[in-house]
């Protein structure tokens, strides 16, 4: 279900190709960015036509049956075109548009025009609470009430406009509204626009674990402006860039070495920088969802710190930690319980360290921490990750970019390695 109106979009594909699309090639709708390629590291740096300065980057992310989809990532979008660029992904004549409260003050009014521009759209909105611990059952189902309210129908498309939060729960309500419409991601945080708003994994939390409730769901498109994070507090981007991190460690060791030379100029905003980094994250992101999208092998390592990280956000209380302060924990612990098993040198375990340290994330569990071994194992007993009562991890193996994810590993390398880190923790002492 996506649109059939060939808009500028398709013209600009055309002028930065070289590609011009013909009515056998695509019977039911013009793709603009088919002529990318099945290679997603091969993106677009396009510019719109005309007296427009509006340029950005596309890169695709390539997955079966004709549902890929662009993620468009640049800065100072011309309203009008934009505005076309996201209408051209909404079939029908409804859309929704769903945010928090903190975005809502900001970017609504303007995602509203943009969405009811030449009038052919009806557009209503929904302003739902901030926050992580409102990523539950009731908050979705206020969504849903909504569409209802609405009688929004199949042809309809909700758009999430925020960050994780929002993108997880907007997902997940349009997965299973209907028994699925279409959606539209505006991620305005880093951590949302270089990995939660892509891939299509959708969610709310349940009191036992994160992200428990939930379905793959992938959307029309994603559209990074980064203009966004102008606004962005300084603890939630830098909890984005642990995910930034997180592709370097397991898959590109290029991009490590490229964020170690960088991270001052990412935490500074530097526009250039930061659009390269998001642009790159994005590469890495959707080359592994276009290989395994159901997460059934590779994707999973892009959980790295994860399992971890998700056992301190249960166990601290949703909202305490930020997902990316939790995550960079996580992934401390990780690269700390592959050194304990040989698996890596020490030199990778401390420029870990260092990197996280760089840009201003926690590395260790603070001494008020409720955090113990039996609260570290009990949430991870229950990770999405454990098959047939076997936990799996994401750990690191070999040089600097590679991973594994796997059942096999040294179980008292782990205890040892959560012990370790919660060892001067309040709630284990209380415990102890």
């Known amino acids: 279900m996506r649109a059939s109106v060939l808009c500028l979009a398709s013209i600009l594909a055309d002028v930065a190709f070289g590609f011009l699309p013909s009515a056998a090639s695509s019977p039911q709708k013009s793709r603009w960015f088919s002529s990318i390629g099945h290679d997603v590291k091969i993106e677009a740096s396009a510019k719109l036509s005309g007296s427009s300065s509006s340029d950005f980057d596309v890169v695709k992310v390539d997955l079966d049956d004709g549902r890929d989809y662009p993620i468009y990532i640049g800065a100072e979008f011309d309203p009008v075109e934009a505005g076309k660029m996201l209408r051209s992904h909404v079939n029908g004549k409804r ?79 349009a997965a299973i509204y209907q028994r699925g419409v279409n959606f539209i991601q505006v991620p305005t945080t880093v951590m949302a626009m270089v990995d939660s708003s892509v891939g299509g994994k959708t969610a709310v939390n349940h009191p036992r674990g994160k992200n428990m409730v939930g379905a793959f769901h992938q959307p029309e498109c994603v559209f990074v402006d980064t203009d966004t994070l102008k606004t962005l507090p300084d603890r939630e981007m830098q909890s984005g860039i642990a995910e930034i991190i997180k592709y370097g460690l397991i898959r590109d060791a290029d991009f490590f070495e490229w964020q170690e030379e960088n991270m001052s100029k990412i935490l500074s905003r530097d526009p250039g920088t930061l659009r390269y ?150 709630g284990n002492k209380v415990v102890s």
Request: aromatic residues 6%; hydrophobic residues 45%; proline residues 3%.
């Open 95 to 173: 859309v929704l548009v769903v945010t928090n409260d903190r975005i809502a003050p900001l970017y609504l009014e303007k995602y509203e025009s943009m969405f009811k521009e030449g009038g052919e759209l009806q557009v209503d909105t929904l302003v739902l609470p901030d926050g992580e611990d409102e990523k539950t059952m009731d908050v979705l189902m206020t969504i849903l009430d909504k569409a209802l309210e609405l009688k929004l129908d199949r042809k309809a498309t909700f758009v999430a406009l925020g960050g994780g939060v929002i993108g997880d729960m907007v997902g997940f309500a």
């Open 277 to 426: 980094a998001i642009k790159r994250s994005c590469e890495n992101k959707a080359e592994v969802v276009k290989a395994d999208e159901l997460e059934a092998g590779v994707r999973a390592t892009l959980n790295l710190g994860h399992t971890f990280g998700h056992a301190i956000e249960n166990g601290s209380g949703y909202g305490v930690w930020l997902h990316g302060e939790a995550v960079a924990i996580g992934t401390c612990m990780a690269a700390t319980m592959s050194a304990r098993m040989g698996w890596i040198d020490e030199d990778l375990v401390k420029r870990t360290y260092d990197i996280m340290h760089a840009a201003n994330l926690p590395t260790e569990l603070p001494v008020d921490s409720p955090m113990t071994s039996e609260i570290f194992q009990s949430a991870m007993s229950i990770d999405k990750k454990v098959a047939d009562g076997q936990l799996r991890l994401i750990l690191l193996k070999g040089p600097l970019g590679n991973c594994v994810f796997t059942g096999d590993f040294d179980t008292d390398a782990m205890k040892e390695t959560i012990d370790e880190f919660v060892a001067e923790c309040a």
